[in-house]
């Protein structure tokens, strides 16, 4: 078969003939490469034009010179992500890009990089064309040019003349149709022109150009639409200040030779193109612009420097980012007028010598470069005042360097392999102002010698000590280290904002109290004991954070102080000083200036009364205490949010006006507090009143369970719109495994839906082709990556994904879950009441391993920490148009559930920004409704801040043997009738009910019409189910299991029946209209008929038979009279008649355990059990039912709650006794036939 060619060319609606399949399948590195035509650029387009798809097979050593020879093509052309196209070079291998691609966005398996390349869905990420796409709105701002009309001058004296018109770049170029090449053309410059409608002729513009001597030329269009496009282009050039084209982001290889007609151009921008040297319009041609001033060339992927461009003599600014630059040339140096020069994202090491002549240099941009150390040429560049170097390799900080470098104030080394640092001698450096040095691996740090420091950034590096000036400090950011101490010397007078969270400090610095100008003091999560008396009465502090210590008292305030906001959350605190908020010697209140107070996660009963002196109080957060009375702050004249929530309020006493400013007030979680209607109308007019609902009647915990239960809660926020999805399939696989997940679209809410709607789809056919969960779990991810088309070109969104299912490795464990994601949302199991993490932060900031992969493929990291100025996170589901930086594969965690697991908790970046693990789990563990739960967290991310969307989800879990229900675990099925199990439970596990949502029992219901019951009937039929006759013997009867222990796979197909429902037309006696009497002991309220049966009971290895059924069944022993009289239900049809049989000793016994009568009869809510058929086959039963005349069967009733018949506790012995001296009365019935044999129930129902 040959590689390509007309004869493989496949039309893109036929599909692959068995001999392509054939052909592929023989070896992996064979494929196809589908072909698009021009005009296939966007989903619609490629709809309409079908046929000029084309399917190519070939390998991947395929060039692209044969295949465009194969297709009669010049060219192939690529498209990534739907955004640029660039020409391929004849040698590069389009099948080898295709799988290339694929094994950088995660996929491994090359069967499966060779199925995914033959998908079509691919081409919204990558696509190949056979001409180069043109969109029509791209050329317009490119060039417009047409064949019109045109009349030069205000006055009607000159003619109209048929002209050709081009739009170009700044200027309006009429020229001869004839001779449009070598004719006189006349170039009217637009900037600073008018363009305006003529009003005596239809579709005409008037293009005049600026100044006293200016022109104006008439030109006649032939329709309002082609009017239209050339007024809107005309209009944004004559608005312009400044001569600037803007070309980014077209593809463009060359620029257009009708832009060399301006040369009015100072500024020219050609970021992100693929801009060829050697050509009639390339780089090298660029020296034609006599006055252009600044040249934009990042993201063109050069790998060269163009040497031509420095004969531009005029160029003052040069940006030459991320071009894939080694070295540069030493003629940059010719560049006298050069200003500022960016080329950032390359791979220098060095820069020439002849770079010091330009001595005008005021910018360097070299981050996200390979430099090992600072370069020399620095203390030549002396109009320089920056050291920006970030993202580069430098692992020591020379500062004898920087104090060679006087003319040096700002140094930027952040996210470098920084260690250590070297002082060459001890001179200070009088001249460095500001230093970022985050994101590096320093351990401790002295800056001592730097005695102008105003502001350090040293935040997420590894410092145990920091050393410091303080002559002129002015801010400080040392979060997240492991700080112990921190040196200041002098004490900084200049000291404004000092930030030392999530540290380990056990107190806070003696420096920091002498502060006499901080305003903003953060210490939260560290180890402090106590706040100093000096610190909290500092006439500066404005803003004081503390949480998340161990302090226990706050000191005795004893003059007035002007503090604003106080957050001493989750301490210690038992009570409050009296005197906190009195008034002080001068009459003042003490914290009179108070605007916020946050004292949540304390231990607070009460809070002092004197609260109500601070007037400007507007916030009070005091949630997670345990408050008892309700503070007086309903007076305060400014209160506007209050959250009082989870304490122990009982009652609130109101005042007769509640203040007009309060807005929100929170009071969920007292369980105590009941609020009267009075109370209730006077907080109307509250804008958000948050109060807990009355519960709702719940359901007997034995009656109902389930081996899991979800609740979700989802919360806006402060934003007008919702961009968190969650994804709950509770039944997934056919009831044997169940999924939750989460999306957050962080600014898009289109994204998350999308994924919420189909990756559970995915996953269901990735889990029928793989059992391995990491490969099935991967690539759900990356198909779904795949699935968001073109919305997921410029969209992103965390995906988290968790999947729970049966076990089948580790026989210790009942289920097995895994947890897949990328982005920033994540899991957390609760084990034994401790928190145990799934899954991994996909950011820059909380992985450093994925921080160093984005640097090495040259992505600029902004100082806010983002791609690019786009995100932080580096994995991610979409944002295709930052590939490679951002991919879709995830991390995948597989675990073993067992009995000590609790519970789930699924959240977004916004829910674990504000709650810890450890709180997150406290807080929910012990709420019994799952809804409530995830109510909870978000609520406590929100009173701690949060204004963003949140998310949670807890999923609440009942792994154990004790809710196993299958005789693997010690628990026997009943034999036939009137016999003993020769199974005995030694150790009966807790009582537990399956519901149908675990996929335990299946409830028929007469709910459905008699058109429906065949056709459920037929969807439930085994497809190997084999009719057994009555002479045949009996049957053996597989074991009963349960979704703990399924049955191995037998390689026999069968349909697994989740539930059935029948119409029933009995009479009041529960009987079909052609039986004769009624069966005894069967209570029914004549309307509807329930059977349950555990279908995960299905067929498995022969057992033995069971004995016959003797002729006469016994008479019950006296001591099954002590215990009571349980009865089997025989099913009623043409073999057997309706009898009841007394149950043998063993299995009365077996059926007394409160955690096996469940199996052996409905449980009602007052603790009844009604007893359901021994030996049901509900197939057979099914299956002879339109036999009869009515088409229905009689089976045992589910009691509608009016008519039940409950038996009074005091009377159950009484009723028992009746039930045993009817049994005894009862004559016992006679067999048919002589030696007739019972044959057991055959369960045939697949899991």
Same mark, same amino acid.
Request: hydrophobic share 35%.
């Given at each position: 078969?040959?590689?390509?060619?007309?004869?493989?060319?496949?039309?893109?609606?036929?599909?692959?003939?068995?001999?392509?399949?054939?052909?592929?399948?023989?070896?992996?590195?064979?494929?196809?490469?589908?072909?698009?035509?021009?005009?296939?650029?966007?989903?619609?387009?490629?709809?309409?034009?079908?046929?000029?798809?084309?399917?190519?097979?070939?390998?991947?050593?395929?060039?692209?010179?044969?295949?465009?020879?194969?297709? @009669?093509?010049?060219?192939?052309?690529?498209?990534?992500?739907?955004?640029? =196209?660039?020409?391929?070079?004849?040698?590069?291998?389009?099948?080898?890009?295709?799988?290339?691609?694929?094994?950088?966005?995660?996929?491994?398996?090359?069967?499966?990089?060779?199925?995914?390349?033959?998908?079509?869905?691919?081409?919204?990420?990558?696509?190949?064309?056979?001409?180069?796409?043109?969109?029509?709105?791209?050329?317009?701002?490119?060039?417009?040019?047409?064949?019109?009309?045109?009349?030069?001058?205000?006055?009607?004296?000159?003619?109209?003349?048929?002209?050709?018109?081009?739009?170009?770049?700044?200027?309006?170029?009429?020229?001869?149709?004839?001779?449009?090449?070598?004719?006189?053309?006349?170039?009217?410059?637009?900037?600073?022109?008018?363009?305006?409608?003529?009003?005596?002729?239809?579709?005409?513009?008037?293009?005049?150009?600026?100044?006293?001597?200016?022109?104006?030329?008439?030109?006649?269009?032939?329709?309002?639409?082609? #009017?239209?496009?050339?007024?809107?282009? $005309?209009?944004?050039? =004559?608005?312009?200040?400044?001569?600037?084209?803007?070309?980014?982001?077209?593809?463009?290889?060359?620029?257009?030779?009708? &832009?060399?007609?301006?040369?009015?151009?100072?500024?020219?921008?050609?970021?992100?193109?693929?801009?060829?040297?050697?050509?009639?319009? @390339?780089?090298?041609?660029?020296?034609?612009?006599?006055?252009?001033?600044?040249?934009?060339?990042?993201?063109?992927?050069?790998?060269?420097?163009?040497?031509?461009?420095?004969? %531009?003599?005029?160029?003052?600014?040069?940006?030459?980012?991320?071009?894939?630059?080694?070295?540069?040339?030493?003629?940059? @140096?010719?560049?006298?007028?050069?200003?500022?020069?960016?080329?950032?994202?390359?791979?220098?090491?060095?820069?020439?010598?002849?770079?010091?002549?330009?001595?005008?240099?005021?910018?360097?941009?070299?981050?996200?470069?390979?430099?090992?150390?600072?370069?020399?040429?620095?203390?030549?560049?002396?109009?320089?005042?920056?050291?920006?170097?970030?993202?580069?390799?430098?692992?020591?900080?020379?500062?004898?360097?920087?104090?060679?470098?006087?003319?040096?104030?700002?140094?930027?080394?952040?996210?470098?392999?920084?260690?250590?640092?070297?002082?060459?001698?001890?001179?200070?450096?009088?001249?460095?102002?500001?230093?970022?040095?985050?994101?590096?691996?320093?351990?401790?740090?002295?800056?001592?010698?730097?005695?102008?420091?105003?502001?350090?950034?040293?935040?997420?590096?590894?410092?145990?000590?920091?050393?410091?000036?303080?002559?002129?400090?002015?801010?400080?950011?040392?979060?997240?280290?492991?700080?112990?101490?921190?040196?200041?010397?002098?004490?900084?007078?200049?000291?404004?904002?000092?930030?030392?969270?999530?540290?380990?400090?056990? #107190?806070?610095?003696?420096?920091?109290?002498?502060?006499?100008?901080?305003?903003?003091?953060?210490?939260?999560?560290?180890?402090?004991?106590?706040?100093?008396?000096?610190?909290?009465?500092?006439?500066?502090?404005?803003?004081?954070?503390?949480?998340?210590?161990?302090?226990?008292?706050?000191?005795?305030?004893?003059?007035?102080?002007?503090?604003?906001?106080?957050?001493?959350?989750?301490? &210690?605190?038992?009570?409050?000083?009296?005197?906190?908020?009195?008034?002080?010697?001068?009459?003042?209140?003490?914290?009179?200036?108070?605007?916020?107070?946050? &004292?949540?996660?304390?231990?607070?009963?009460?809070?002092?009364?004197?609260?109500?002196?601070?007037?400007?109080?507007?916030?009070?957060?005091?949630? !997670?205490?345990?408050?008892?009375?309700?503070?007086?702050?309903?007076?305060?004249?400014?209160?506007?949010?209050?959250?009082?929530?989870?304490?122990?309020?009982?009652?609130?006493?109101?005042?007769?006006?509640?203040?007009?400013?309060?807005?929100?007030?929170?009071?969920?979680?007292?369980?105590?507090?009941?609020?009267?209607?009075?109370?209730?109308?006077?907080?109307?007019?509250?804008?958000?009143?948050?109060?807990?609902?009355?519960?709702?009647?719940?359901?007997?915990?034995?009656?109902?369970?389930?081996?899991?239960?979800?609740?979700?809660?989802?919360?806006?926020?402060?934003?007008?719109?919702?961009?968190?999805?969650?994804?709950?399939?509770?039944?997934?696989?056919?009831?044997?495994?169940?999924?939750?997940?989460?999306?957050?679209?962080?600014?898009?809410?289109?994204?998350?839906? &999308?994924?919420?709607?189909?990756?559970?789809? +995915?996953?269901?056919?990735? =889990?029928?082709?793989?059992?391995?969960?990491?490969?099935?779990? $991967?690539?759900?991810?990356?198909?779904?990556?795949?699935?968001?088309?073109?919305?997921?070109?410029?969209?992103?969104?965390?995906?988290?994904?968790?999947?729970?299912?049966?076990?089948?490795?580790?026989?210790?464990?009942?289920?097995?879950?895994?947890?897949?994601?990328?982005?920033?949302?994540?899991?957390?199991?609760?084990? !034994?009441?401790?928190?145990?993490?799934?899954?991994?932060?996909?950011?820059?900031?909380?992985?450093?391993?994925?921080?160093?992969?984005?640097?090495?493929?040259?992505?600029?990291?902004?100082?806010?920490?983002?791609?690019?100025?786009?995100?932080?996170?580096?994995?991610?589901?979409?944002?295709?148009?930052?590939?490679?930086?951002?991919?879709?594969?995830?991390?995948?965690?597989?675990?073993?559930?067992?009995?000590?697991?609790?519970?789930?908790?699924?959240?977004?970046?916004?829910?674990?920004?504000?709650?810890?693990?450890?709180?997150? +789990?406290?807080?929910?563990?012990?709420?019994?409704?799952?809804?409530?739960?995830?109510?909870?967290?978000?609520?406590?991310?929100?009173?701690?801040?949060?204004?963003?969307?949140?998310?949670?989800?807890?999923?609440?879990?009942?792994?154990?043997?004790?809710?196993?229900?299958?005789?693997?675990?010690?628990?026997?099925?009943?034999?036939?009738?009137?016999?003993?199990?020769?199974?005995?439970?030694?150790?009966?596990?807790?009582?537990?009910?399956?519901?149908?949502?675990?996929?335990?029992?299946?409830?028929?219901?007469?709910?459905?019409?008699?058109?429906?019951?065949?056709?459920?009937?037929?969807?439930?039929?085994?497809?190997?189910?084999?009719?057994?006759?009555?002479?045949?013997?009996?049957?053996?009867?597989?074991?009963?299991?349960?979704?703990?222990?399924?049955?191995?796979?037998?390689?026999?197909?069968?349909?697994?029946?989740?539930?059935?429902?029948?119409?029933?037309?009995?009479?009041?006696?529960?009987?079909?209209?052609?039986?004769?009497?009624?069966?005894?002991?069967?209570?029914?309220?004549?309307?509807?008929?329930?059977?349950?049966?555990?279908?995960? #009971?299905?067929?498995?290895?022969?057992?033995?038979?069971?004995?016959?059924? %003797?002729?006469?069944?016994?008479?019950?022993?006296?001591?099954?009279?002590?215990?009571?009289?349980?009865?089997?239900?025989?099913?009623?049809?043409?073999?057997?008649?309706? %009898?009841?049989?007394?149950?043998?000793?063993?299995?009365?016994?077996?059926?007394?355990?409160?955690?096996?009568? #469940?199996?052996?009869?409905?449980?009602?809510?007052?603790?009844?059990?009604?007893?359901?058929?021994?030996?049901?086959?509900?197939?057979?039963?099914?299956?002879?039912?339109?036999?009869?005349?009515?088409?229905?069967?009689?089976?045992?009733?589910?009691?509608?709650?009016?008519?039940?018949?409950?038996?009074?506790?005091?009377?159950?012995?009484?009723?028992?006794?009746?039930?045993?001296?009817?049994?005894?009365?009862?004559?016992?019935?006679?067999?048919?036939?002589?030696?007739?044999?019972?044959?057991?129930?055959?369960?045939?129902?697949?899991?």
């Amino acid at each position: 078969m040959k590689r390509n060619g007309s004869r493989n060319c496949l039309n893109r609606r036929s599909r692959f003939g068995s001999r392509e399949r054939d052909w592929l399948r023989e070896d992996v590195r064979r494929g196809c490469v589908y072909l698009y035509g021009a005009d296939s650029t966007s989903a619609a387009a490629t709809a309409a034009t079908s046929s000029d798809l084309h399917l190519v097979l070939c390998t991947v050593e395929t060039p692209a010179s044969e295949i465009c020879a194969g297709e @009669g093509r010049e060219s192939l052309y690529l498209q990534l992500h739907g955004d640029l =196209v660039r020409r391929l070079e004849p040698t590069e291998r389009p099948l080898q890009i295709v799988y290339d691609y694929l094994s950088r966005l995660g996929f491994d398996d090359p069967v499966r990089i060779q199925e995914e390349a033959t998908d079509p869905d691919l081409g919204c990420m990558l696509r190949f064309y056979g001409e180069k796409p043109c969109q029509m709105d791209h050329l317009d701002r490119i060039l417009l040019s047409g064949i019109y009309n045109v009349r030069k001058g205000k006055t009607q004296l000159h003619k109209w003349a048929e002209r050709l018109v081009v739009l170009c770049g700044t200027c309006l170029i009429v020229s001869s149709v004839k001779d449009c090449q070598t004719g006189k053309m006349h170039i009217l410059p637009l900037v600073g022109g008018k363009v305006e409608e003529v009003k005596r002729r239809q579709h005409s513009l008037a293009f005049s150009s600026a100044g006293a001597q200016a022109q104006t030329y008439h030109v006649s269009f032939e329709t309002l639409a082609e #009017c239209q496009r050339w007024q809107r282009q $005309a209009s944004k050039v =004559v608005s312009q200040r400044i001569s600037t084209v803007d070309l980014s982001c077209y593809s463009l290889e060359e620029v257009p030779e009708h &832009l060399f007609y301006s040369q009015d151009i100072t500024y020219l921008n050609l970021r992100h193109n693929f801009m060829q040297l050697e050509r009639p319009g @390339g780089l090298d041609t660029l020296y034609r612009f006599s006055q252009l001033k600044g040249l934009n060339l990042s993201h063109n992927k050069l790998g060269l420097f163009p040497v031509l461009l420095c004969e %531009i003599s005029t160029l003052t600014e040069l940006n030459l980012s991320c071009n894939g630059f080694h070295d540069l040339p030493s003629q940059v @140096g010719s560049l006298l007028n050069l200003q500022t020069l960016c080329l950032d994202g390359n791979f220098l090491t060095t820069l020439p010598e002849e770079l010091g002549n330009l001595q005008q240099l005021s910018s360097l941009g070299i981050s996200f470069n390979n430099f090992s150390q600072i370069p020399e040429v620095y203390e030549k560049l002396t109009m320089l005042d920056k050291v920006v170097m970030a993202g580069n390799r430098l692992e020591v900080l020379n500062l004898g360097v920087l104090n060679r470098m006087s003319h040096i104030k700002h140094v930027d080394l952040r996210m470098n392999h920084l260690k250590t640092m070297v002082t060459e001698n001890l001179e200070g450096n009088k001249y460095i102002t500001h230093m970022d040095l985050r994101d590096n691996q320093l351990a401790d740090l002295d800056l001592s010698s730097l005695c102008s420091l105003e502001q350090l950034h040293c935040e997420r590096n590894q410092l145990r000590e920091l050393t410091l000036s303080g002559f002129s400090l002015r801010t400080l950011y040392a979060s997240s280290n492991r700080l112990t101490a921190v040196n200041v010397y002098p004490v900084p007078s200049q000291l404004t904002s000092l930030e030392l969270s999530r540290n380990l400090l056990e #107190c806070v610095p003696d420096w920091a109290c002498e502060a006499k100008k901080m305003e903003i003091l953060d210490v939260s999560y560290n180890l402090l004991t106590e706040v100093p008396m000096r610190i909290l009465s500092s006439l500066s502090l404005r803003k004081m954070m503390a949480g998340h210590n161990q302090v226990q008292s706050l000191p005795e305030l004893v003059e007035h102080i002007p503090l604003e906001a106080l957050d001493i959350q989750h301490n &210690l605190l038992t009570r409050l000083p009296d005197t906190l908020f009195s008034k002080a010697l001068n009459k003042l209140n003490k914290l009179e200036q108070l605007e916020e107070l946050n &004292l949540s996660g304390n231990k607070l009963k009460t809070i002092p009364t004197t609260i109500g002196n601070c007037k400007r109080l507007h916030t009070l957060v005091a949630h !997670s205490n345990n408050i008892s009375i309700f503070p007086e702050i309903l007076q305060l004249p400014q209160i506007q949010f209050v959250d009082l929530s989870c304490n122990d309020l009982t009652e609130i006493l109101i005042p007769e006006a509640l203040p007009a400013t309060l807005q929100d007030l929170d009071l969920t979680g007292n369980t105590n507090l009941v609020l009267e209607h009075k109370t209730l109308d006077t907080f109307s007019h509250i804008t958000t009143l948050k109060i807990d609902q009355k519960p709702l009647p719940t359901t007997d915990p034995t009656v109902t369970s389930s081996f899991w239960s979800h609740g979700l809660a989802e919360m806006a926020g402060q934003r007008n719109k919702l961009c968190v999805s969650a994804l709950a399939v509770d039944n997934f696989a056919e009831g044997v495994g169940t999924v939750y997940g989460m999306f957050d679209g962080d600014r898009n809410e289109e994204l998350p839906r &999308l994924l919420q709607c189909t990756m559970a789809d +995915v996953l269901l056919e990735e =889990v029928q082709q793989s059992t391995n969960d990491t490969v099935f779990m $991967a690539n759900t991810f990356l198909v779904s990556h795949r699935k968001l088309g073109m919305a997921g070109q410029k969209l992103g969104s965390s995906a988290l994904l968790c999947y729970i299912r049966p076990d089948t490795a580790d026989p210790a464990s009942s289920f097995s879950l895994t947890v897949a994601n990328v982005g920033t949302c994540q899991a957390v199991l609760c084990r !034994s009441g401790k928190p145990v993490p799934l899954s991994k932060v996909f950011s820059l900031e909380q992985d450093p391993e994925e921080a160093q992969r984005v640097k090495a493929q040259k992505a600029i990291i902004t100082e806010d920490n983002k791609v690019n100025g786009v995100t932080c996170c580096t994995r991610m589901l979409g944002c295709t148009y930052l590939y490679p930086w951002i991919l879709p594969k995830p991390h995948i965690s597989a675990t073993p559930l067992t009995i000590q697991d609790e519970l789930l908790i699924l959240g977004n970046k916004a829910l674990w920004e504000h709650l810890s693990y450890t709180e997150a +789990v406290n807080a929910v563990r012990h709420v019994q409704d799952p809804l409530a739960a995830a109510k909870k967290l978000c609520t406590l991310a929100q009173s701690y801040g949060c204004q963003d969307n949140v998310g949670a989800m807890v999923v609440y879990l009942n792994i154990g043997e004790e809710g196993c229900t299958c005789e693997m675990n010690g628990l026997a099925l009943p034999g036939p009738v009137g016999f003993a199990s020769t199974t005995v439970i030694k150790d009966p596990p807790k009582p537990t009910t399956p519901s149908s949502s675990s996929g335990i029992a299946s409830e028929f219901s007469s709910e459905m019409s008699t058109s429906e019951v065949s056709s459920e009937v037929g969807s439930t039929a085994s497809d190997e189910h084999n009719t057994v006759g009555l002479d045949a013997g009996l049957l053996p009867r597989p074991e009963r299991r349960c979704s703990l222990h399924p049955t191995p796979t037998s390689g026999v197909f069968q349909r697994q029946p989740s539930c059935a429902t029948f119409s029933s037309n009995q009479s009041d006696n529960g009987l079909d209209s052609d039986d004769d009497q009624p069966v005894e002991g069967v209570i029914t309220n004549g309307s509807k008929v329930e059977v349950e049966v555990d279908i995960h #009971c299905c067929r498995g290895r022969d057992l033995e038979n069971s004995p016959t059924l %003797i002729e006469n069944s016994p008479t019950p022993r006296p001591e099954e009279h002590a215990r009571g009289s349980f009865f089997g239900i025989r099913r009623q049809n043409s073999v057997n008649s309706g %009898i009841l049989l007394p149950v043998s000793k063993d299995r009365m016994e077996l059926q007394k355990s409160p955690s096996t009568s #469940c199996l052996y009869g409905k449980k009602l809510s007052n603790g009844s059990v009604v007893p359901l058929q021994d030996s049901l086959n509900l197939i057979e039963v099914a299956t002879e039912a339109p036999k009869r005349k009515t088409g229905y069967f009689a089976a045992p009733t589910q009691l509608e709650p009016e008519d039940q018949f409950v038996v009074p506790r005091d009377l159950e012995e009484e009723v028992k006794e009746q039930m045993k001296q009817q049994q005894e009365s009862r004559p016992e019935p006679e067999p048919n036939e002589e030696g007739r044999t019972e044959l057991p129930e055959e369960f045939d129902t697949a899991l």
